[in-house]
């Protein structure tokens, strides 16, 4: 054999050689290609396979680091998930911003790129927070291959050494292929959770569907219940059993004053016993919008919804806590309850009008006294199951006159059912049996005042035996008098108020004139001087006009109080001492005083 058929020879031995290794490289990628390919087929956990293909890439491409990029199409940031080598805790969390590094290069050339000294890629492209992740790492090379699918980018999948490595051709085409198997990983996890977000969506969907439809069956069922309730006559406890088996729920109906008039569902909670102020506050609101209101805080009470009919309001329905929560449809079947119970309330309220009226004028022909109407008063009482000549006893309310006839009918439910309650000359009227019932006179007058939701005056005569006109006509002096001095809010007894009384009948203007005529002036002059002449004037009258016992009474030398009198004489006139001129001083002076008292001065 020849020299020169030794060294081709040599040539071709050598040549095998390498193609041998490249087949058995190439033998050893396409293996771990397919083991990709088989873990995509079983794919369960989709970071965990991501992981194993970061892994083996690693391991193929015997890099010093290899780590994943996954690309936000919202902000076009690439956040690194998953690393192969790394020491760096900042590259493992490093993100990459729009347009920076060579991972936006790929991600805008959808191909792969690739940098032999990363210290001398483009300056443009550098930033400060990939450049110091990087140099923490050491890295020196990398290259860039895009994941993708038709119409996105997913991500970037790098390998990089930390010495200076040109990358050949084929290590590129492979290390596309695992980019290629990475894509498919987190297009499939994308498709993952989007199915499972759209089955959670259909299924919460279903639900919603469902229970719109329970609600909707179960309004149904309220409605021809309540329809065959107000037929049936049966006021507003079979409303409130209607809404209470509905809803499964205690269902309370209070009237405008808070009184109970219907329950279903008991024991009542607490909170529909004493209406906290979280429930007042979802009355007033629904009220106003005449809508089901949910009460906020641990009152007991779950929602209410006011009887309406216009501006009237009638009462409130009260909810309590129950098993699942009132939907749209649910409130609404509770408006629309109300909406029946304010109905019933109109109807109620016509025959208590009608009922009103006729008590009204029995009560005017009673208090009138007409001797030639008694027989006919005696038959009316006696129908209503009233005997005329046991009633001894009257009670007398001042009331605004568009709440008197509510005040009325308040009035009647808490007194005794054989009382007469009616209006009369401008106010509320009772005449009972003081003997068989002895009511309390304040709770009933706050009662009132709760009802109207405006202060109210009560006026008590002594007990009057066969004569209640003579009763009457004192209870309505009494009344004008206090109404006069602006009083209101309190209980008051005529005897109390009878020296004043008997005297002046008078409105609150004609007692304002007569009271600035005899001492307005000295009332005007200590306001202007800062002194207290007016109480030098009271304490005079009440001391019998003494000027000896005014001075005692006030621990004054009599010269001083010699002094003011003399100053009282210029001011209200050298004779306002005479008998008749004092009289009408001194009757003055007391109502100023009984009027300051009342007010509180």
């Given at each position: 054999?020849?020299?020169?058929?030794?060294?081709?020879?040599?040539?071709?031995?050598?040549?095998?050689?390498?193609?041998?290794?490249?087949?058995?490289?190439?033998?050893?990628?396409?293996?771990?290609?397919?083991?990709?390919?088989?873990?995509?087929?079983?794919?369960?956990?989709?970071?965990?396979?991501?992981?194993?293909?970061?892994?083996?890439?690693?391991?193929?491409?015997?890099?010093?680091?290899?780590?994943?990029?996954?690309?936000?199409?919202?902000?076009?940031?690439?956040?690194?998930?998953?690393?192969?080598?790394?020491?760096?805790?900042?590259?493992?969390q490093l993100r990459v911003p729009a347009g920076a590094g060579l991972a936006s290069a790929v991600v805008e050339s959808r191909a792969a790129q690739w940098v032999t000294r990363y210290a001398e890629y483009p300056s443009d492209r550098h930033e400060a927070g990939i450049d110091d992740a990087v140099s923490a790492e050491g890295l020196v090379s990398i290259l860039g291959v895009p994941m993708l699918t038709e119409d996105e980018v997913l991500g970037v999948l790098f390998v990089a050494d930390r010495e200076e490595h040109d990358f050949s051709p084929e290590e590129i085409a492979l290390f596309q292929a695992?980019?290629?198997?990475?894509?498919?990983?987190?297009?499939?996890?994308?498709?993952?959770?989007?199915?499972?977000?759209?089955?959670?969506?259909?299924?919460?969907?279903?639900?919603?569907?469902?229970?719109?439809?329970?609600?909707?069956?179960?309004?149904?069922?309220?409605?021809q219940e309540l329809v065959h309730a107000v037929l049936a006559g049966g006021g507003f406890s079979p409303v409130a059993e209607t809404l209470s088996t509905a809803l499964g729920r205690t269902v309370a109906i209070v009237d405008a004053s808070g009184r109970l008039i219907a329950a279903a569902?008991?024991?009542?909670?607490?909170?529909?016993?004493?209406?906290?102020?979280?429930?007042?506050?979802?009355?007033?609101?629904?009220?106003?919008?005449?809508h089901c209101v949910v009460v906020s805080g641990a009152s007991g009470v779950h929602g209410v919804a006011?009887?309406?009919?216009?501006?009237?309001?009638?009462g409130t329905m009260l909810l309590g806590e129950g098993d699942f929560e009132l939907g749209a449809v649910d409130r609404r079947t509770v408006e629309r309850a109300a909406q029946v119970g304010a109905l019933l309330a109109l109807q109620q309220e016509a025959v208590a009008?009608?009922?009103?009226?006729?008590?009204?004028?029995?009560?005017?022909?009673?208090?009138?006294?007409?001797?030639?109407?008694?027989?006919?008063?005696?038959?009316?009482?006696?129908?209503?199951?009233?005997?005329?000549?046991?009633?001894?006893?009257?009670?007398?309310?001042?009331?605004?006159?568009?709440?008197?006839?509510n005040a009325a009918r308040t009035l009647a439910l808490s007194l005794d059912q054989r009382a007469l309650v009616g209006e009369y000359r401008g106010f509320v009227v009772a005449c009972y049996d003081g003997q068989a019932f002895s009511p309390d006179v304040e709770q009933l007058r706050a009662r009132l005042a709760r009802a109207v939701r405006h202060p109210v005056l009560a006026v008590v005569p002594p007990r009057s035996p066969g004569a209640l006109p003579a009763a009457a006509s004192q209870a309505l002096?009494?009344?004008?008098?206090?109404?006069?001095?602006?009083?209101?809010?309190?209980?008051?007894?005529?005897?109390?108020?009878?020296?004043?009384s008997a005297v002046l009948d008078a409105d609150e203007r004609s007692l304002a004139t007569f009271l600035d005529a005899t001492i307005g002036a000295v009332r005007r002059y200590d306001e202007t001087r800062g002194?207290?002449?007016?109480?030098?004037?009271?304490?005079?009258?009440?001391?019998?006009?003494?000027?000896?016992?005014?001075?005692?009474?006030?621990?004054?030398?009599?010269?001083?109080?010699?002094?003011?009198?003399?100053?009282?004489?210029?001011?209200?006139?050298?004779?306002?001492?005479?008998?008749?001129?004092?009289?009408?001083?001194?009757?003055?002076?007391?109502?100023d005083e009984l009027s300051e008292r009342l007010h509180g001065g």
């Open positions: 054999m020849t020299q020169d058929d030794a060294a081709r020879l040599a040539d071709e031995v050598d040549r095998l050689r390498r193609e041998n290794t490249r087949l058995r490289r190439r033998e050893h990628e396409l293996s771990a290609l397919f083991a990709s390919a088989r873990e995509l087929a079983e794919l369960r956990d989709s970071d965990a396979v991501l992981a194993r293909l970061v892994q083996r890439a690693h391991e193929m491409m015997g890099a010093d680091v290899t780590y994943l990029s996954e690309f936000d199409p919202a902000s076009r940031e690439l956040r690194v998930r998953e690393t192969a080598g790394s020491v760096s805790a900042a590259f493992q695992l980019a290629d198997h990475a894509s498919i990983v987190l297009q499939t996890a994308r498709t993952l959770r989007d199915l499972r977000r759209s089955e959670d969506e259909t299924r919460q969907a279903l639900d919603d569907l469902t229970g719109h439809l329970t609600e909707r069956d179960r309004a149904n069922t309220v409605h569902g008991l024991p009542l909670p607490e909170g529909m016993v004493e209406l906290a102020p979280s429930t007042l506050a979802a009355i007033d609101e629904s009220r106003a919008s005449a006011a009887l309406m009919a216009g501006p009237q309001y009638f009008g009608a009922e009103h009226r006729t008590q009204s004028e029995l009560v005017a022909d009673l208090l009138d006294a007409v001797p030639e109407r008694r027989a006919d008063v005696e038959r009316r009482v006696r129908r209503l199951g009233v005997d005329l000549d046991r009633l001894d006893a009257l009670l007398l309310f001042v009331v605004p006159g568009e709440h008197r006839a002096r009494t009344a004008r008098l206090l109404a006069a001095l602006g009083t209101d809010g309190v209980t008051a007894r005529t005897d109390d108020y009878l020296p004043y002194t207290d002449l007016l109480g030098t004037l009271r304490a005079f009258v009440r001391n019998n006009a003494s000027p000896t016992r005014t001075a005692r009474a006030l621990n004054f030398h009599t010269n001083t109080i010699l002094q003011r009198l003399a100053r009282l004489d210029a001011v209200l006139g050298e004779r306002w001492r005479d008998d008749e001129q004092l009289f009408r001083i001194g009757l003055a002076t007391r109502l």
